[in-house]
């Protein structure tokens, strides 16, 4: 089973989470994960993590620039949280739905979203607004991911963890939901990462970024 | 012809080069540029280049920590600079006869060094040392050089640039002198610059290096 981290924020994991669910329907195994690139970033866990989002109030709105996403990744990852306890094809549904709401859509993560998304997921909507009440119980779930995150040494999304312990942040600019191109975009990542050549890194040079297909 | 920036401190560049150098025995053309990690990551050139190593004396100590590295880089690449108007080849085994001593014999880039090495590259002494006389020549190509490294957005060594302008940093933690499997480390990386995906990043999570072979 690949873990796959990642955080509704970001454009690159919404692809990585795409490709996963593609290779998903064709038998390989993807357990989703949670980062949170408010929480990793934050100046305050320069040193290591004693800034948690999890010990965050539910409305409290982080600060200015990237922490102004506190309030709305917080709740995300509560109302997705919540979706998972629906069984694993009602989390990649969840997931799946309110990442195009965010990134396809441009809708905020906000209350509305989340209730789209749990209605397309096509979850038990009440059972799912119940285990959402149990906000401490749900706390205590993100906080048990985060710190797994921070074990693996996640700085990034999507960052993927294959069955062997081989971790590392795969960024691509392109959205694919056919099955045999995820294929070969996944066969080359695993190649990297289980390359002879001990591959720490491959990054482009900063002025020439990847082409971005059209559409 | 694909464009390779190193710098003499860098041990990922030493096995870039060493990759470079089997796969040009083998037909590849590849051509060595130059980059200054202390250059690169002075603190005043956070907001661009305005701290250049080539305006800097011989003998300036530079500072503490990588700025230390100041007066061998400068003294190295002056030094390159001179061998390399013998010719391709003399660049190539005067490049990799320095690279040598520093990261396997462990000896400082030091004028017994530059001297050591230009003896190994089969260098005709007398001109390398008469083309090292015209300093003010030799800065103003190593100026040059390093600006093209900024105009490519290098940032870390080594950086190739492929023949279509694809450009990215390639680390990995083993050396290779094998014909065979240096083809195939640098086909890998080829093939993730040119994926259909637009592979931006791929890099291993910081907690689980990749593994370096024995010897």
Redesign the interface.
């Known amino acids: 089973m690949t873990e796959l981290y990642f955080d509704f924020l970001c454009p690159y994991a919404w692809r990585g989470v795409e490709l996963a669910a593609v290779l998903r329907a064709q038998g390989e195994g993807f357990r989703l994960r949670f980062f949170s690139l408010v929480e990793g970033n934050h100046p305050d866990n320069a040193g290591g993590l004693t800034w948690r989002i999890t010990d965050q109030p539910l409305d409290a709105e982080g600060g200015s620039g990237y922490l102004s996403y506190q309030r709305p990744t917080l709740n995300a990852f509560l109302a997705a949280l919540a979706a998972y306890e629906q069984g694993e094809d009602a989390a990649w549904k969840f997931t799946l739905a309110l990442y195009r709401a965010h990134h396809e859509e441009k809708r905020p993560l906000d209350e509305a979203a989340f209730a789209d998304a749990a209605q397309q997921a096509g979850l038990d909507l009440s059972a799912w607004q119940a285990a959402r009440k149990d906000e401490a119980g749900l706390r205590a779930k993100l906080r048990a991911e985060l710190d797994s995150a921070a074990?693996?040494?996640?700085?990034?999304t999507p960052?993927f963890?294959l069955p062997d312990?081989?971790?590392?942040?795969?960024?691509?600019?392109?959205l694919?939901r056919d099955p045999a191109?995820a294929g070969?975009?996944w066969q080359?990542?695993k190649?990297?990462?289980h390359?002879?050549?001990?591959?720490?890194?491959?990054?482009?040079?900063?002025?020439?970024?990847?082409?971005?297909?059209g559409g």
């Open positions: 074990e693996v040494g996640v700085f990034g960052t963890v312990g081989s971790a590392a942040y795969y960024r691509f600019e392109n694919t191109e070969v975009w080359l990542f190649d990297v990462l390359s002879e050549a001990g591959i720490g890194t491959i990054k482009r040079a900063k002025k020439r970024p990847p082409v971005k297909r």
